[in-house]
């Protein structure tokens, strides 16, 4: 009769261990595919790169986690969730890149000022007359997975000892690091008095709970509308119906207006589910 109960219960354990562990490995699962999803769809945005993909996805993730999720305190979304958005990001820049020849991100900028040297011209004609470097491209995306798998696997342990950096080494390695690039670029130290008044500002929006993404994504991508705005009034001379007049447009400026009232009335119905 002992041996039946002890059977019983080690029975019951195992079972609520593979519960608990086949609902996590959903979750993360569910999680990482969506998160890939938008990843992807903010690497197609000019401009945008894997730095907000990620930033979104997590928050994204936090918010449907609920009010009791572990974010922070090790939750396996938090980390799962911005690495799958940040390679699905990698991939989505190539998109403006090979079809409009806008690059998407820093890397694929560089790409196309190497295509340029060889007088390759990103754009819808790259398709048609150089095929087989496009999807020698797309090809090499696959390649490259596999390269990661047998790369990161063995040196999963080395990557882990790296989170054991002390706080007091990696916040001014960072710092340095983050200084010397602003500097680089005009050589001036009024970058480096503005790179510390924007940081200091950035420290206060964040305590006041206001998010980082969509800050950053307006001060990559508002400078490329200001340039092609201008280009679009001085090829109308300064008519501003060119900017309602196709279809596109239109249903481009239908959904800025649903991102910026559908997120206030989701909020106020939160609020009054509350009550």
Do not use: C
């Not at 000019?46 to 918010?63: F, L």
């Amino acid at each position: 009769m002992l041996e039946q109960h002890h059977s019983t219960a080690g029975i019951i354990k195992a079972t609520g261990r593979s519960l608990f562990n086949l609902k996590e490995m959903a979750y993360t699962w569910w999680s990482t595919i969506r998160s890939s999803l938008v990843g992807f769809v903010v690497g197609v945005l000019p401009g945008a790169g894997a730095t907000i993909a990620s930033a979104i996805t997590y928050t994204m993730e936090k918010r449907l986690a609920g009010p009791d999720n572990r974010f922070g305190d090790g939750d396996i979304r938090g980390v799962a969730a911005p690495e799958a958005a940040n390679n699905a990001s990698a991939a989505g820049s190539f998109v403006p890149m090979l079809t409009l020849g806008v690059p998407g991100s820093g890397t694929t900028a560089v790409m196309m000022g190497a295509l340029a040297l060889y007088n390759i011209t990103p754009g819808p004609a790259l398709f048609t007359q150089n095929p087989q470097l496009v999807w020698g491209l797309i090809a090499s995306f696959f390649v490259a997975n596999f390269l990661l798998l047998l790369i990161n696997i063995p040196l999963v342990g080395v990557f882990a000892r790296m989170l054991q950096t002390p706080n007091w080494l990696l916040v001014p390695a960072i710092l340095s690091v983050s200084a010397v690039g602003v500097y680089s670029v005009h050589a001036t130290t009024f970058d480096l008095v503005l790179m510390s008044v924007f940081g200091v500002v950035g420290y206060l929006l964040r305590k006041q709970g206001v998010p980082m993404a969509p800050l950053i994504l307006g001060f990559v991508l508002g400078d490329m509308m200001e340039q092609n705005l201008r280009r679009a009034l001085s090829i109308t001379d300064g008519d501003v119906g060119i900017l309602v007049e196709s279809p596109i447009s239109i249903g481009l400026w239908v959904l800025s207006a649903l991102m910026l009232v559908v997120p206030p009335l989701m909020r106020l119905r939160a609020r009054a589910k509350a009550r």
